[in-house]
């Protein structure tokens, strides 16, 4: 009895670890191994791979896109954001496709809002080259429509707006399942929606623009960004 016993419990531990096998594993890429991961689709903007970091700097408003796009996905990073004087500003676009413009190519999608102004909406949502703010609302610049079905956090209270910490690094992760869309700051999460606008596209890292590197060359308004992994589902 007991060789039988022993007999069905080896062929039960075997049963299940060819089921486990079968499970598709969860991938996982690290996007700092280089630029042949990345994309420039405009006619300004620079990227430097340094140290698992990549700097970005930019005459104007910049995408720095990845080359493949995603459907449901958690994005993660970490961003630094300048110490300087002039306007800096910053943000993660995903679902975002590449339209031709006046000005060339540019991205158009959802962006995870990197805002440093005394305004404090880090981690809220914004549709570049769209229905612009969508959470927190915008007095002058917020066009929800109808593909805006539910915003389950739709108070901008102090935890959201001082989740963000100037000076120092702040971790991002943006969550995409179906439409349903979260964003968190420092593990605060900060936006959650129900949007059925755009179900895949590329994923990239913004540089809103130095006047002083147009002008003068200066770098000071260097945006760096550092552990960036994206997690299909």
């Not at 069905?8 to 486990?20: D, F, H, I, M």
């Not at 903007?45 to 340094?50: L, P, Q, V």
């Amino acid at each position: 009895m007991n060789i039988l016993r022993s007999i069905l419990g080896l062929s039960l531990a075997c049963l299940l670890v060819a089921c486990t096998s079968t499970e598709e594993p969860t991938r996982t890429e690290n996007l700092t191994q280089g630029a042949h991961q990345w994309q420039n689709v405009y006619n300004y903007g620079e990227a430097a791979f340094k140290n698992n970091e990549i700097e970005l700097i930019s005459t104007g408003n910049w995408f720095y896109l990845t080359k493949k796009q995603y459907k449901d996905f958690v994005f993660e990073a970490e961003i630094l954001m300048p110490d300087v004087k002039e306007y800096s500003n910053s943000g993660i676009i995903f679902r975002a496709k590449i339209v031709d413009t006046k000005k060339g190519k540019q991205a158009a999608g959802y962006q995870a809002e990197v805002d440093v102004s005394d305004r404090k909406w880090s981690g809220g949502l914004y549709e570049q080259g769209g229905r612009q703010w969508l959470h927190p609302i915008h007095k002058e610049r917020s066009f929800p429509d109808q593909d805006f079905i539910k915003n389950y956090a739709n108070v901008w209270d102090d935890e959201k707006a001082n989740a963000f910490v100037a000076n120092q690094w702040n971790k991002y992760r943006v969550e995409c399942v179906g439409s349903d869309i979260k964003i968190y700051v420092n593990g605060i999460l900060t936006t959650h929606v129900n949007d059925v606008k755009a179900q895949q596209g590329y994923i990239g890292i913004q540089h809103h623009g130095s006047g002083s590197y147009r002008k003068t060359g200066s770098t000071k308004n260097t945006v760096r960004f550092k552990n960036i992994n994206v997690t299909e589902l």
